[in-house]
C-alpha cells in the first residue's frame, strides 16, 4: 500500500488514460471515461486504488480533480477538431463537488477548451444526491447541457425509484454488480432499472463488462451502453486516436 501520493507540486507524474464506451445494441463507439493514473518515477504506473485514497484524505483530490477535468476537456476538444463526435465522461470527487468553485471551474475548463458541454459528462458517487446543494449543483450543470451521471451504482429496488426522481441523465451500474448480472435476481434488478429509467429519460450505462454473456444479458435487457474489459482496456489519448481510426475503417460504425 502506497502511504501517500504525489504532492501537487509533482502534478507531471499524473496522467489520464481513456476507457472506451459503446452502443451495446449498434456496437457504435459513443464515448470514453477518463480515469487518473499515477506514473512514480521509481515503481512505475501505480493502481488507482493504491493513491486515490490518500489524495481524499489529503484533499489534493481537488487540485489533481481540477486538472483531470481540464485536461479531459482540452481532449474532448482535439479530438472534436478531427472530426469525431462523442461523449468525455470525467469523475468528480465529494470535495470538489461541495467546494464553492466547482461550477466556476467546471464553466472556465469548457470556455477554455472550447469543448462542447453538451458532450461533457460529469460523475458522482450515489452520495451527491444527498449533498445539501447537490440537486442545486446538478441543475446549473444540466443548465449549462452538461450531463450529469451517478457512478457504481449497487442496485436494490429502493435505489431505483429514488435514482430515477433524481435531476440526473445517467445511471452507470458497478462493475461489481455487473459481475453478479447472470443471477435472476439481479437481472430483474436490471429490467426493473431500465424500464423506470426510460420512463424519465434516463440513460443506462454497465461498467465492468468482462464476458460476453454479461454483455448479452445486459443488450437483452436494453441496457444502451457499455464499458469494461471486454471491449477495451482503459487507453491513453494517442492509443485511443489509433483505435478510432481501426474502429471506423473496419466496423464502419459511425463515430
Not at 444479458?217 to 451502453?225: F, Q, T
Request: aromatic share 8%; with cysteine.
Amino acid at each position: 500500500m502506497v502511504d501517500e501520493a504525489p504532492r501537487v507540486l509533482e502534478i507531471d507524474q499524473y496522467f489520464l488514460v481513456y476507457q472506451p464506451e459503446f452502443d451495446l445494441h449498434s456496437n457504435a463507439f459513443v464515448g470514453v471515461e477518463a480515469l487518473i493514473r499515477w506514473r512514480d518515477p521509481s515503481r512505475g504506473v501505480v493502481s488507482p486504488d493504491e493513491f486515490l485514497p490518500s489524495l481524499e484524505e489529503s484533499g489534493e483530490i481537488v487540485p489533481v480533480g481540477r486538472w483531470a477535468l481540464q485536461t479531459a476537456c482540452f481532449q474532448g476538444a482535439e479530438w472534436h477538431d478531427k472530426g469525431y463526435r462523442f461523449s468525455v465522461s470525467v469523475n468528480v470527487s465529494a470535495r470538489q463537488f461541495d467546494r464553492i468553485e466547482f461550477l466556476e471551474e467546471v464553466e472556465q475548463s469548457l470556455e477554455a477548451s472550447r469543448f462542447s458541454p453538451t458532450h461533457l459528462v460529469l460523475e458522482f458517487s450515489q452520495s451527491a444526491l444527498d449533498s445539501p446543494l447537490g440537486e442545486e449543483r446538478f441543475e446549473v450543470l444540466r443548465s449549462l447541457g452538461v450531463r450529469i451521471a451517478i457512478d457504481d451504482i449497487e442496485l436494490d429496488r429502493a435505489d431505483i425509484s429514488v435514482l430515477v426522481r433524481s435531476p440526473i441523465d445517467i445511471v452507470k451500474l458497478d462493475r461489481r454488480f455487473i459481475a453478479t448480472v447472470t443471477d435472476s435476481t439481479a437481472a430483474e434488478l436490471v429490467h426493473s432499472l431500465v424500464r423506470q429509467a426510460k420512463e424519465h429519460s434516463i440513460q443506462v450505462v454497465a461498467s465492468g463488462i468482462e464476458d460476453e454473456s454479461q454483455r448479452d444479458l445486459l443488450k437483452l435487457e436494453n441496457v444502451g451502453i457499455g464499458q469494461g474489459f471486454h471491449f477495451s482496456a482503459p487507453r491513453e489519448a494517442p492509443e485511443i486516436d489509433q483505435l478510432l481510426l481501426d474502429f471506423s475503417i473496419f466496423s464502419g460504425k459511425p463515430i
